[in-house]
């Protein structure tokens, strides 16, 4: 009898802890460091960190870095040594770039540069996983496993962890159900579950498309604001409905609704690169300037489910190369590009031809 949580389930709770600003444990190579996410870090818990490990430090992307004029001596990341009067203040003014342009010199920092960083990358990204921003603050305690005891802290072994954050969760289908739609009045929607505790994911299934041939498909990643609130600032719901319509029209299709906002940034930095956007950056370097890469989606997801489904070969809908190259390099051919050129308008010119330019849409 065993009801320990086994390491899926232990990073699950590590992502809702960081969430909540409870600290976590990340160990490896003989050696351990406390974890605190920058964004929901509290005055208590600093002072505490401070007080742990005189050499505390806040951990940041290179991207971030780039933007802090931080020494990123780690290649991926930068590590900031803490100031002894650090607040939680200083510490979000430093991982949020919301105030960047009215206060631009936040330095001089001092960048650590020696000792391995493996722990700290492992750390910034399930902190990206739970879809905050990408920095933590970190302290490498004399005890950590007796701290992690005393205080009930969930433990991350790096060697166990690692390869499942570089992975893509299989997905499990939980139900399907007929959806009449105004796009085709059959339809049925699936809905699928990662292991990994994340969120669900839906397929959408019009007619019935033959197993044996390339289906007309999309993969379409969430957009609140494009898709329900009918946003001008992207041609994402344009696009969501033209796909339909396309698929009712043909009388069969797939449409992959994946929960990944944001280009995979989460809902709130998707916001925040939005209000980046409104001091001049594009969309590209809003992303950059949060921590993020210019695209933080997984694909793989909507090929896993694809497969789930029975298919091995799609007329894609797309515009974006990289969704083709990652459908062909997880085993779904694609026989032809569909293109899906709609939504434009003049709030949106300008993110269109960034996309374009920046990250090789066919535009």
Known sequence: MNFAPDIQERLARARADLRMGVPIVVTGDGTSILVLASETLAAERLTDVSNLDENACL????????????????????????????????????????DDLRMPMKGPFQSIRDGSVTLHRLALKIVKSAQLLPSAVTATP??????????????????????LLSASSPMHPVVHARLPMHAAEAGRLHIYRPEDGGEEHYAIEIGKPSRDKPVLARLHSACFTGDVLGSLKCDCGPQLNAALNFMGSEGAGILLYLNQEGRGIGLANKMRAYSLQDQGFDTVEANHRLGFEDDERDFRIGANILKELGFSSVRLLTNNPRKIKMMEDTGISVSERVALKVGENAHNTAYLATKASKSGHLL
């Open 142 to 163: 004399k005890d950590a496993a007796k701290l992690a005891l005393d205080h009930g802290l969930t433990v991350v072994p790096e060697a166990l962890a690692a390869p």
């Open 59 to 98: 951990v940041v992307t290179s991207r971030r870095a780039e933007t802090l004029k931080a020494r990123a001596y780690d290649g991926d990341l930068a590590r900031i040594k803490l100031p002894l009067d650090a607040s939680p203040e200083w510490v979000r003014c430093i991982a949020d770039p919301a």
